[in-house]
């Protein structure tokens, strides 16, 4: 189901100062998805424009089915928002601030306390909840964040940065979180990141802005697909890795050095492109049996290859596509 629908959403701040928003036009549906880019990209801006708190210059969009041009209360009667920055009363108790929030979203006391005990048992919060939030560490900042974006029973959330701030370990914790929030409790999720590497793992779609332009807009399965590409490390005198490359190479492999590592490319599936006797032309229905009999075969020759060199063989893996290749591969440096 589609969630959100923008038109060539365009937003300029200045005449001067080139567009935070460039003619995007994007479909965000169920799920996780992430909304990636650099500082700056226009993530934020975004955000607020999807929920009617700032007016596009051009181009419109629909969240919920509700038109952002007029309906922006409706809009964020239906869809939870957690900010990016600090918006927490210090000299308020989490737990009444989160009540707070949901009677200002219409839940009446009654409902607007359970929803908020609830909610701050979700968040990891329970425990912590009648402390002054001024009190509190960045990562029980950004829960309570979380908390009073989840409190009156949202159809949509949107997260602007939620692991801001957070070691590895919070930052774990709030990604399975908003993987929860999309998947275990069926609330679709916008979320932002600047770190490609961990919205890879938790998000279905992915939407890539690079300085208000759209970079892509693709199921996050089509980054992470099995490249057919091998990875070799191996052990051994200093020129190790050079003998062994040289031995796959006349072994007929099609391989080069990746750091420390051989980067080795598919042995072709049999039957694949042999009709014009091109054997690297790929074919657009690879079958898997046949895919995997090659991915053996070369598993095999560099087994052997390392066994023939008595060079130690320390680790054969496949190279998978990674949302960092992104930007490397669309951006000029
Ligand atoms: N209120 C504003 N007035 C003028 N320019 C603004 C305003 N808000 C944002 N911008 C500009 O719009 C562009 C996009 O900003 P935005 O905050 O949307 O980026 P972002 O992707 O959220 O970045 P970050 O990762 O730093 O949060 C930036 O160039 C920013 O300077
Ligand atoms: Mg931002």
Redesign the pocket.
């Known amino acids: 189901m589609t969630v959100i629908q923008t038109r060539s959403l365009t937003?300029r701040?200045?005449s001067s100062?080139p567009a935070?928003l460039n003619e995007l036009s994007i479909e965000v549906g169920d799920g996780v998805t992430g909304l990636v880019?650099?500082?700056?990209?226009?993530?934020?801006?975004?955000i607020k424009i999807l929920l009617g708190l700032l007016a596009p210059t051009s181009g419109g969009a629909t969240v919920l089915g509700h038109d952002i041009g007029g309906q922006g209360e409706a809009i964020r009667s239906v869809v939870g928002y957690m900010p990016?920055h600090d918006c927490l009363p210090p000299d308020m108790r989490c737990i009444d601030f989160v009540v707070h929030m949901g009677r200002m979203s219409g839940l009446p006391p009654a409902p607007a306390r359970e929803r908020a005990a609830d909610v701050l048992r979700h968040v990891g919060l329970a425990e912590e909840r009648y402390r002054l939030m001024g009190g509190y560490s960045t990562g029980m900042k950004q829960r309570a964040k979380l908390a009073q974006a989840l409190v009156h029973d949202p159809q949509l959330v949107m997260l602007?940065?939620p692991t801001n701030g957070l070691d590895p370990a919070a930052r774990d914790d709030m990604l399975a979180l908003v993987q929860r929030i999309g998947h275990d409790f069926g609330i679709p999720v916008l979320v932002?990141s600047?770190l490609l590497g961990e919205l890879e793992r938790i998000s279905d779609h992915v939407v890539v802005?690079d300085a208000?332009d759209l970079l892509r807009s693709e199921a996050t399965r089509t980054f992470l697909a099995d490249t057919g590409l091998v990875l070799v490390e191996v052990l051994g005198e200093t020129d190790a890795q050079t003998r062994m490359g040289e031995a796959l190479a006349a072994r007929g492999l099609s391989c080069r050095p990746r750091g420390t590592l051989i980067e080795i490319d598919p042995i072709p599936t049999e039957g694949a492109g042999d009709d014009t006797g091109n054997a690297a032309t790929a074919d657009p229905m690879p079958d898997p049996e046949a895919a995997a009999r090659a991915h053996d075969r070369l598993r095999d020759v560099v087994r052997d290859t390392a066994a023939e060199l008595g060079v130690g063989l320390v680790r054969v893996q496949p190279q998978t596509g990674r949302l960092e290749d992104v930007f490397r591969d669309e951006v000029p440096a």
């Open positions: 937003k701040f200045s100062a935070a880019g650099a500082n700056g990209a226009g993530k934020s801006t975004l990016e602007d940065e932002t600047h802005l208000g």
